[in-house]
């Protein structure tokens, strides 16, 4: 190995691992924690929507997000173009979007 | 009342069976009445590691359908009367196992040993659930290596929502680490994860690091628990997680690198 490969050398791999590792663990920790109850909400959530407007199943998202101290439900709702232009004023347009917070975790 | 202790990890080949027959062969040196219980069903090794492949006659499987007794199937150690090893069926498939046969069959168990380690198979699948499923600690092995973490984490998950522990509501299963082929050299070279690493990945308590050991090869070729030899870094590290396990205070080993005086230097010695 010659001086400049020293200089040049990357990152030791074992951090890299590291990296890689904290964000995996995180991210299927918690799409574990979600899986139980997500589906079922967002079918019921979808079934009280649809009572009111005419929109599939595509159209809702339902999203569970966490940080440090702070867990996210997110619900965004897209309203199929010509329905939106009939009912809904014009700033609220195409989308409807709800946000619960909640502090403190489960 | 019996201890239940689950040697589990997810991956395969990070050293479960290596641990449990250490293990148990330490508690049992220590003077508690123990019994080590293979759980892989149709891929069983506990027997060859602990040496004792000849005198198997019946099986973990055989007691469960009645088709023998507890005590036929149980084989008594020759090197230490207090522990038996109970085998698991090498011709039967892993569906065998059900939770009820298993349940009364670790309840017979709990009257005569103070502590039964549960060697788990690989995977997530019947084997090793049912190996964790009735458990009061867990030991999860794992290699400073991406994938065992992962599945650690995996194994983790599992214990702390299928557990009957988890079922009932009761105070959680008790997990433990146990890194093992772990090499202090790699670590300080920036090539392999750190101790603190796993740890700070899965947040466990570490029970023990046992190092990247030759002496692991020679323990298992010959059928003999790795802890027995009493020279080797392995042994040693698994006599420690031994005497952790029972609430002693030891010192944590084999994390830095050994500094090879300029003697052994010039003669080999290790």
């Known amino acids: 190995m010659s001086l400049l490969d020293y200089f040049k050398r990357s990152k030791p791999s074992a951090s890299i691992a590291r990296e890689r590792l904290q964000i995996l663990v995180a991210h299927e920790r918690a799409s574990i924690t979600q899986a139980a109850y997500l589906p079922q909400l967002k079918q019921e959530l979808l079934a009280v929507i649809q009572k009111y407007f005419n929109v599939n199943e595509e159209s809702v998202s339902v999203n569970l997000e966490q940080d440090d101290n702070n867990e996210i439900l997110e619900l965004n709702v897209v309203f199929p173009d010509e329905e939106a232009n009939k009912n809904q004023p014009e700033e609220r347009k195409g989308k409807y979007n709800a946000r619960v917070n909640r502090t403190g975790r489960r | ?270």
Do not use: H, W
């Not at chain 2, 964790?132 to 867990?138: G, I, K, P, T």
């Not at chain 2, 023990?208 to 002496?215: F, L, N, R, T, Y």
């Not at chain 2, 205070?249 to 300029?262: C, L, T």
């Open chain 2, 1 to 270: 009342m019996a201890r239940i202790i689950v040697v589990t990890s997810g991956k395969g080949g990070v050293g479960k069976t290596t641990t449990s027959s250490s293990i148990a062969m330490g508690l049992a040196q220590k003077g508690f009445k123990t019994v080590v219980i293979d759980f892989d069903v149709g891929l069983r090794n506990l027997d060859l590691v602990m040496g004792c492949e000849r005198r198997v006659v019946y099986d973990f499987i055989n007691v469960i359908n009645g088709e023998s007794t507890l005590n036929q199937a149980l084989i008594r150690d020759k090197r230490c009367n207090l522990l038996s090893i109970l085998p698991a069926s090498q011709t039967r498939d892993k569906d065998a196992l059900t939770k009820e046969g298993v349940g009364k069959i670790l309840k017979e168990l709990s009257k005569e040993f103070k502590y039964i380690i549960c060697d788990s198979p690989a995977g997530i699948e019947q084997g090793a659930f049912f190996a964790m499923y009735f458990a009061d600690d867990a030991l999860v092995v794992c290699n400073p290596e991406v994938s065992s973490v992962r599945d650690a984490d995996r194994m983790l998950g599992i214990l702390s929502s299928k557990s009957l522990r988890a079922e009932k509501v009761r105070e959680p299963v008790k997990e433990y680490l146990v890194l093992s082929r772990y090499s202090p050299e790699r670590v300080e070279t920036g090539e392999m994860l750190s101790v603190d690493d796993v740890q700070e990945i899965l947040s466990l308590p570490l029970l023990g690091v046992i190092p990247e050991s030759s002496a692991i090869l020679n323990a298992s070729n010959s059928g003999t628990p790795v802890i027995l030899d009493e020279e080797s870094n392995a042994g040693q590290a698994y006599s420690d997680i031994v005497a952790r396990y029972l609430g002693e205070d030891r010192p944590q080993r084999f994390i830095k690198k050994q500094k090879i005086g300029f003697l052994s230097k010039l003669f080999g010695g290790r």
